[in-house]
């Protein structure tokens, strides 16, 4: 299977983004629209789930109706900033088992660096999906695709909210199978690997750290 991005252009979308760019908004509201975001972007990034048809007893009559079938889904944050989206994905996909992967972008270098991984242990028989506000350089998000391919994944979905073009391009190179769900590419990234325009450090705005 190959990989794809997918941009969303749909109003709800962009006017939660635009209040989340927004250097006032606080950490409470900031906290809850990267979750509503999720929560919609989660509708799209399900939309070639398979479904099996079921017959249904209603208090009227016999409903012929579809339900999920086929493999089983995880969500998997990059911390820290990624725990913001489970909870919207949750919402959408409550039986959804969630593993963790603990990054954090040395701020010299900007390489990744792991610092934890907690995974369900049938990890590598469900769809996979990756959870991270940012796309900036690209280079947690590889590495956390490296890291589930190691647990034997194959089925692996990449959501970002915003992206960066080098983001982007490099999960293109090094994961081409990866297809990647994005609300907004925004224009490039800035000296200190910063998203521009973007939304400033989205782990300080979701955690108040800053
Ligand atoms: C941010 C963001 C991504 C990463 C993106 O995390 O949440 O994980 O940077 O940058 P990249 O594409 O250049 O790798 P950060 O390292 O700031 O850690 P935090 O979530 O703990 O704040
Ligand atoms: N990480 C963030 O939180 N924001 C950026 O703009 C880039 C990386």
């Given at each position: 299977?190959?990989?794809?991005?997918?941009?969303?252009?749909?109003?709800?979308?962009?006017?939660?983004?635009?209040?989340?760019?927004?250097?006032?908004?606080?950490?409470?509201?900031?906290?809850?629209?990267?979750?509503?975001?999720?929560?919609?972007?989660?509708?799209?990034?399900?939309?070639?789930?398979?479904?099996?048809?079921?017959?249904?007893?209603?208090?009227?009559?016999?409903?012929?109706?579809?339900?999920?079938?086929?493999?089983?889904?995880?969500?998997?944050?990059?911390?820290?900033?990624?725990?913001?989206?489970?909870?919207?994905?949750?919402?959408?996909?409550?039986?959804?088992?969630?593993?963790?992967?603990?990054?954090?972008?040395?701020?010299?270098?900007?390489?990744?660096?792991?610092?934890?991984?907690?995974?369900?242990?049938?990890?590598?028989?469900?769809?996979?999906?990756?959870?991270?506000?940012?796309?900036?350089?690209?280079?947690?998000?590889?590495?956390?695709?490296?890291?589930?391919?190691?647990?034997?994944?194959?089925?692996?979905?990449?959501?970002?909210?915003?992206?960066?073009?080098?983001?982007?391009?490099?999960?293109?190179?090094?994961?081409?199978?990866?297809?990647i769900y994005v609300a907004a590419v925004d224009d490039h990234l800035n000296e200190h690997g910063y998203i521009v325009p973007g939304l400033g450090d989205a782990g300080d705005r979701i955690f108040g750290t800053?």
């Amino acid at each position: 299977m190959s990989g794809n991005v997918h941009i969303f252009n749909h109003p709800l979308i962009h006017h939660k983004l635009s209040i989340i760019r927004d250097k006032n908004t606080g950490t409470n509201e900031f906290r809850t629209i990267i979750s509503e975001i999720a929560a919609l972007m989660c509708y799209e990034a399900t939309r070639d789930m398979p479904t099996r048809d079921i017959q249904v007893e209603t208090p009227v009559g016999i409903a012929n109706c579809k339900t999920l079938a086929g493999k089983k889904v995880a969500i998997v944050p990059i911390l820290r900033a990624g725990l913001g989206m489970v909870d919207g994905m949750l919402s959408m996909l409550p039986s959804a088992k969630v593993g963790h992967i603990g990054l954090y972008r040395d701020p010299s270098t900007l390489a990744p660096v792991t610092y934890y991984c907690k995974m369900p242990p049938d990890i590598s028989e469900r769809e996979v999906i990756i959870v991270d506000p940012m796309l900036a350089t690209g280079g947690s998000a590889s590495a956390a695709v490296e890291m589930m391919k190691g647990y034997g994944c194959k089925n692996i979905k990449m959501m970002n909210i915003l992206a960066a073009p080098e983001g982007i391009e490099l999960m293109r190179r090094e994961h081409p199978d990866v297809s990647i769900y994005v609300a907004a590419v925004d224009d490039h990234l800035n000296e200190h690997g910063y998203i521009v325009p973007g939304l400033g450090d989205a782990g300080d705005r979701i955690f108040g750290t800053k």
